[in-house]
């Protein structure tokens, strides 16, 4: 679904925060939705769960359309997608049923509703652009370019990104179940710790010095009260994926 948002936000020219806050609505809508509806189930079956998926499938086209609806007015209230164009992806990307203007407005607010009307104040892209103005790195438009398409990365690989970073920074894998991984969960869900990380990835493309590189993250670290060797590790497996063959294309792309 995030690859999905990407897309379609790329198809629409829609800013990068816009495009990340309709990834962080979805994510906690589905999540609210999961919960009431498994509330509501007497017991937990294997054929429970499969009728909770398909429940949630069968309304995820409409919710992933909202919420880039709602991201986008939240970004440029007066040029936000209107309903309309709403209507227009919807039946490019699922023909076979007819959207109503009053069923996407009802969508929208089921939405907003179910988040309490609650939208998340600081998201990675935010801490990024914090701490370029931080390290004085915000005028240099090549450098904050890199963090968007390292932020991309983050979210569309960001179960693989977690998994090798629990491997190099804990020496084991990563199995939430287990109450010694748990405290990852909050670096999972950290703006600052991704931002950080992020910030301090760029500049492995522009900075061959070791020490410097070094010495954002420590200073970053500081700021946010974190470990500064878990941001130089996140940082190395962003990098990690980001020179993979088809996400450097990507990145090369974007700089020429």
């Known amino acids: 679904?995030?690859?999905?948002?990407?897309?379609i936000s790329n198809s629409f020219h829609i800013e990068p925060y816009a495009k990340y806050l309709a990834v962080h609505l979805l994510d906690k809508y589905m999540s609210c939705l999961f919960w009431e509806l498994i509330s509501s189930c007497s017991e937990v079956t294997e054929s429970t769960m499969r009728q909770l998926y398909d429940k949630m499938s069968c309304q995820m086209k409409l919710v992933l359309a909202s919420c880039l609806q709602i991201a986008s007015k939240v970004d440029l209230y007066k040029t936000g997608l209107g309903i309309s164009q709403i209507q227009d992806?919807?039946?490019s990307i699922d023909p076979e049923r007819d959207y109503s203007k009053s069923s996407i407005s009802s969508c929208e607010l089921r939405i907003l509703?179910?988040?309490?009307?609650?939208?998340?104040?600081?998201l990675p892209i935010h801490a990024v652009e914090i701490f370029l103005?931080?390290?004085?790195?915000?005028?240099?438009?090549?450098?904050?370019?890199?963090?968007i398409n390292l932020l991309d990365i983050a979210y569309l690989r960001h179960e693989e990104v977690f998994r090798q970073l629990h491997l190099m920074a804990r020496g084991c894998e990563y199995d939430k179940s287990k109450r010694v991984c748990r405290d990852f969960l909050a670096l999972e869900a950290s703006a600052p710790f991704i931002g950080a990380a992020v910030?301090?990835?760029?500049?492995?493309?522009?900075?061959?010095?070791?020490?410097?590189?070094?010495?954002?993250?420590?200073?970053?670290?500081s700021l946010i009260e974190m470990s500064p060797i878990d941001i130089n590790i996140m940082a190395n497996v962003l990098f990690t994926y980001a020179v993979d063959e088809e996400d450097f294309k990507r990145l090369q792309q974007r700089q020429l």
């Not at 679904?1 to 897309?7: P, Y």
């Not at 509703?113 to 600081?122: E, N, V």
């Open 1 to 7: 679904m995030v690859r999905a948002i990407f897309i």
């Open 89 to 91: 992806l919807l039946q």
């Open 113 to 122: 509703k179910s988040l309490d009307f609650r939208l998340p104040l600081c």
């Open 133 to 147: 103005a931080f390290a004085e790195l915000s005028s240099k438009h090549l450098i904050r370019d890199t963090c």
């Open 199 to 221: 910030v301090v990835c760029s500049n492995f493309f522009f900075h061959l010095k070791r020490k410097v590189v070094e010495s954002l993250a420590t200073r970053l670290a």
